[in-house]
């Protein structure tokens, strides 16, 4: 299918360039393309691993070589208070 419309659209004068495959379905990349953790992705479908919301243009952050969105990686690796138990997102201080 997707040859047929690479050929339609070059009857029409209008040349696409692969981009690689991604890494989620393994299909080859025509258009916008994101670029992250050493590997290709259609932009739907670099997701988070834990929400599967897509992470598009917002910060992520990796762990395992795995892609989480911001609140779902606090939530889920950050440090925690003892007194709340919510995440710790900035500076911590110990008692020596």
Not at 15 to 40: E, M
Not at 63 to 77: A, G, K, M, T
Request: glycine share 6%; charged share 20%; aromatic share 8%.
């Amino acid at each position: 299918m997707l040859d047929s419309l690479t050929a339609e659209m070059s009857r029409q004068g209008v040349t696409t360039t692969q981009k690689g495959c991604c890494s989620s379905c393994d299909k080859p990349i025509v258009g916008q393309v994101i670029t992250a953790l050493g590997k290709t992705w259609h932009p739907e479908h670099f997701i988070c691993t834990h929400c599967n919301q897509e992470l598009g243009t917002r910060n992520f952050f990796e762990r395992d070589s795995r892609p989480y969105c911001e609140p779902d990686y606090h939530n889920l690796f950050s440090p925690r208070c003892s007194y709340c138990n919510g995440p710790i997102l900035d500076v911590s201080i110990r008692n020596t």
